[in-house]
């Protein structure tokens, strides 16, 4: 049987289209996008969805009362989907301890920085500022602090001397788009085990 996916995004898209292409060409074996749950009424993500013609979740935090009300929401839709991996994909918004432990190693989220580094919403801007010579792009599972859960990949990306804020965030987002199918891939075929920080890769 399938595994359901959704996908949560907060913005453009980019990392939802390329997985959702991935999905729609059939290199996604063994998962179902099924649904795009998104927290903004102006994300241009909403649009793409309904060209690609996946489901869309739209929960306005502000017509919740409470953040609890507001994940409610949402995992009652996750319920009736019958998602098995939450993938977030510029999803600005922290989870509560109590929904990750709900979808205990099975939210991953995409952040565009060789974590521990440049952790928050401004991972390339901060990194190029600072000088860097090597950033990067990690994939990790999500537990309840930002950033932070157990590494799955990682991908380095040079910052050239000829190199602008606007170049490092292209070729980060090209890395973006093969590593997170790549990562969802592994999930699928269950070839991910959590032991403690780390994520071994097993060979099948
Ligand atoms: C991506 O670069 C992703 O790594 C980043 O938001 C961008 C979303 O782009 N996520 C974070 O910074 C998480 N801390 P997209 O909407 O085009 O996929």
Redesign the pocket.
Known sequence: MKRNIAVF?S??????IALAKEAQRGRLKGANLALLVCDNPNAP?ISAANKLKIKTLLVNPAVFPNKKAFEDAILRHLKENKIGLIVL??FMRILSARFVKLYKNRIM????SLLPAFK??H?IKDAFGYGIKITG?TVHFVDDKM?HGPIILQREVAVLESETVDSLEEK??KV?HNIYPEAVNLFIKGRLKVKGRKVLITTH
């Open positions: 995004a913005g453009r898209g980019s990392n939802f993500v994909a510029g989220n995409i952040h565009p928050g919403a991972a792009v950033d980060i987002h973006e």
